[in-house]
Nanobody, 118 residues
Framework: EVQLVESGGGLVQPGGSLKLSCAAS????????MSWVRQAPGKGLEWVSG????????IYADFVKGRFTISRDNAKNTLYLQMNSLKPEDMAVYYC???????????RGQGTQVTVSS
């Protein structure tokens, strides 16, 4: 069974930083393209960033480019998202997902809540 468990969210002031983690199990993590997606209150899922299976290529949505960094540790089956210069509009539940920008598997986990507020 595929399991993706996100952690690391919390309350942060505008301009602050958080690092999210996603522990993966039940599938060949190191062979899969992975993404982070988010869902703000009252809105649909929004793709944030993706990384190739080996970590050599990373892409970002324009609204996080230069502020967020995606990475992975295949030895630990873990995906990360370093988020800097957080803005109130980044407030959402963040999920990791198998797949890329246009074909990710809709996440079924609880995600991790990121709240940006002063």
């Amino acid at each position: 069974e595929v399991q993706l468990v996100e952690s690391g969210g919390g309350l942060v002031q505008p301009g602050g930083s958080l690092k999210l983690s996603c522990a993966a199990s039940g599938f060949a993590f190191s062979s899969n393209y992975m993404s982070w997606v988010r869902q703000a209150p009252g809105k649909g899922l929004e793709w944030v960033s993706g990384i190739t299976s080996g970590g050599g290529m990373r892409i970002y949505a324009d609204f996080v480019k230069g502020r967020f960094t995606i990475s992975r540790d295949n030895a630990k089956n873990t995906l990360y998202l370093q988020m800097n210069s957080l803005k109130p509009e980044d407030m959402a539940v963040y999920y990791c997902a198998k797949g890329g920008r246009y074909d990710y598997t809709v996440p079924r986990g609880q995600g991790t809540q990121v709240t940006v507020s002063s």
